[in-house]
């Protein structure tokens, strides 16, 4: 039976789009599962001028008729999750589809405070964590002290591990000359929290897998991308989970013989939220004009995305890792009336020039980019729809990231609106 997985990743540190590539791809799908991260995800989707910006929902869940799963990888702060229910509930969308896997870490409200004053202590070196609690829930879950969303069905299990977690966060929190939790009162508040959202909670291993041997359209989801991968990424300056295709694995319980195809969502600039190296940033007026055209601020926090442009070294390192059968190039307009556009091919550190990114490269680390400069376009591109009728300048600098990474560009998004796309080779045949 023919295999029909697919899996959406981003390629450089998050906010490339994937939102609304997702939100294309899947109404066909029988079910979208997102595999990792937490609501320090911020995913936009634009319909019909109507904005919906999601954080823990799977972002197929918008157009999808699919059931939608959060996966065992993810870590559910259940009143954000719940509030972001009733969001979309009020505005007219039925969330009857919505289900959580079983092993799904919990966000308690100690990892939040945690989260906040190890930030806060650590000062100049800080990580720049969206504070979410994301990173000590993590953490607890690595440490085999974590809450999961199964233990909340039974409540003396789940008083034992919260008396254990209470005291050892009150301890720790104490120290940090932060206010403490109560046992109690955490305990009465997530037994009511957990009667809201018992009937959506499953066992996703099996349902997903039986679901793929059935030969059901399954479409995995991710949040940031391949620079925020913890063990891949510019680490310390990384999230807590792997954003990248191997994270679907870990994160559902699905063999990796079971992928079919590797979606790496790609911006055709690159922009970071938060500390961290950022090889191409541009801090000057064609960094302010990036950010500007391409309206670059965070969805969760609201905070400016530093831009810069394309890196290839990252685009490599992304093929590589990922083991990208495609690539979805996103927000090319915005490079329009740029008279010449600027691509990172290597990296000059200490003489010798790196083609594929360096294990530690630190935010200190002196580097001189290689690049290799492309000439621009000024024709308004968001309304086309074929491929040919593209500029040819246009075309020649989506035809030459093509032939550097060896990877076709299937998918261009020439504007926000989920109808503003162009596909390539046989891509239409996951859409239409």
């Not at 040919?388 to 926000?416: A, T």
């Amino acid at each position: 039976m023919e295999n029909k997985t697919f899996v959406i990743v981003g390629t450089q540190w998050g906010d490339e789009g994937k939102g609304k590539i997702i939100d294309v791809l899947s109404p066909k799908a029988d079910y979208i599962v997102r595999f990792q991260g937490g609501n320090n995800a911020g995913h936009t989707v634009v319909v019909n001028d109507e904005k919906f910006i999601l954080h823990l929902l799977p972002s197929g869940i918008i157009n999808s008729m699919g059931k939608c799963v959060i996966g065992a990888g993810v870590v559910v702060d259940i009143e954000v999750l719940l509030k972001e229910i009733e969001e979309l509930e009020k505005r007219g969308r039925k969330l009857d589809n919505l289900f959580i896997d079983e092993r799904a870490h919990v966000i308690m409200p100690y990892h939040i405070e945690m989260d906040k004053a190890k930030e806060e202590a650590m000062g100049a070196n800080k990580i720049g964590t969206t504070q979410r609690g994301i990173g000590p829930c993590y953490i607890d879950k690595i440490a085999r002290n974590g809450i999961r969303i199964g233990d909340l069905l039974e409540p003396e299990r789940f008083k034992d591990k919260l008396e254990w977690n209470v005291k050892e966060k009150n301890d720790m929190l104490t120290r940090y000359g932060k206010a403490t939790f109560d046992l109690e009162e955490l305990y009465e508040r997530f037994m009511k929290l957990a009667e809201k959202i018992r009937h959506r909670i499953i066992d996703g291993v099996v349902e997903i897998n039986e679901a793929i041997e059935e030969g059901k359209q399954v479409l995995f989801e991710g949040a940031q991308a391949l620079m925020l991968d913890i063990d891949y990424g510019t680490y310390p300056y990384v999230t807590s989970s792997s954003p990248t295709a191997g994270g679907v694995t870990v994160g559902t319980g699905v063999s990796p013989k079971k992928i079919n195809r590797i979606l790496g969502v790609m911006k055709a600039y690159t922009t970071r939220v938060g500390e961290g190296p950022f090889p191409t940033e541009l801090n000057d007026e064609m960094g302010e004009k990036l950010r500007a055209v391409g309206h670059e601020y965070g969805a969760t926090t609201g905070r400016p995305r530093r831009c810069g442009w394309l890196d290839l070294v990252i685009g490599r390192y992304a093929v590589l890792i990922d083991g990208l059968t495609d690539i979805v190039l996103t927000k090319i307009d915005v490079l329009t009336g740029f008279e010449k556009i600027k691509v990172a091919v290597g990296y000059e550190i200490d003489g010798k020039i790196y083609n594929s990114y360096p294990g530690n490269l630190r935010k200190s680390k002196p580097l001189n980019i290689v690049y290799d400069e492309l000439p621009g376009w000024t024709e308004d591109i968001t309304q086309i729809k074929n491929y040919d009728e593209l500029p040819e300048n246009c075309k020649k600098y989506i035809e030459y990231i093509e032939k550097k990474l060896k990877c076709n560009v299937s998918m261009i998004s020439v504007g926000p609106e989920r109808s503003q796309n162009i596909y390539r080779y046989d891509l239409t045949e996951i859409v239409k």
